[in-house]
């Protein structure tokens, strides 16, 4: 449902792999996004914050606070906020039960879809055995992407130079690669077998960067993609059905970004 101004209005919204403290992290096409799409419900499924990218060097400009009390603003009107913590932001694991200005911080979540439909939400990072058993790698890895993010920004610039929508080239490139696709493929299986064994029709996640709905099984797998590459979320609407927004151009739907992503703090 669309409201006057252009705000979209759901029954709950699904966010993951934001990264704040990363010089990845897509902050003002979150910031756009939020200002365009309002919900009863929402779920933050892990790696808000990127405690990792804190650790070795701190990195937090205006619009990653600008976000953060975004979030505030809503829970404080009324909105209910949920708070599934990663692996990057593992640190809040200490915290569950805890709510911070209104966000409640806990392990997983059932959410119950207006369709009847039960969803186990959960950030999936404790499925990834890389993360989980080879945390040297996890963080080796970690630094790779970061260069890969890094050329993904200078040659999305060059795309709007040149009149060009946003498109991710990292994430191109990681589909490409067999590995890649089979390890998504087995994450899937993996967190559709677990939200069966909560008695859950269907699983909601992040982690993987990779936005999707599908059916695997009779189990409905979803997955919320990132802010860093893609920059999805997904929607829930007043029936139950499940829609991926995905808001890297937003000008080019009738809506106008806040600022340019070139104006981002460096």
């Not at 650790?55 to 404080?76: E, F, I, T």
């Not at 993010?149 to 060059?158: E, L, P, S, T, Y």
């Not at 064994?197 to 993609?225: K, L, P, Q, S, T």
């Amino acid at each position: 449902m669309t409201a006057a101004g252009g705000t979209r209005n759901f029954r709950a919204l699904f966010i993951s792999d934001v990264h704040l403290g990363s010089k990845g992290c897509q902050a003002e096409r979150l910031l756009d996004f939020l200002k365009h799409h309002e919900a009863e419900h929402i779920y933050l499924i892990g790696d808000i914050v990127d405690g990792w990218q804190l650790r070795s060097g701190w990195y937090w400009p205006q619009s990653h606070n600008d976000v953060v009390q975004k979030l505030l603003r809503r829970a404080r009107k009324g909105a209910r906020i949920t708070y599934v913590p990663g692996n990057h932001d593992e640190f809040l694991r200490d915290y569950y039960g805890t709510h911070f200005g209104g966000i409640e911080v806990v392990e997983t979540a059932i959410h119950a879809g207006a369709d009847g439909r039960r969803y186990l939400v959960i950030h999936g990072d404790l499925f990834d055995l890389i993360v989980t058993q080879a945390r040297w790698l996890a963080l080796l890895g970690d630094k790779a992407y970061e260069v890969a993010i890094a050329a993904n920004r200078i040659f999305n610039a060059a795309r709007r130079r040149l009149g060009f929508p946003y498109w991710s080239l990292s994430q191109w490139a990681k589909l490409k690669v067999k590995n890649a696709v089979n390890y998504i493929g087995e994450f899937e299986r993996t967190l559709a077998d677990e939200a069966l064994r909560h008695g859950a029709e269907g699983v909601i996640c992040g982690h993987i960067h990779h936005a999707a709905i599908r059916d695997i099984f009779g189990m409905r797998y979803v997955n919320c993609g990132d802010w860093v590459e893609s920059c999805t979320a997904i929607a829930e609407h007043a029936d139950g059905r499940l829609e991926i927004v995905t808001w890297t151009d937003p000008a080019r739907s009738g809506f106008a970004l806040v600022a340019p992503p070139a104006a981002r703090a460096a």
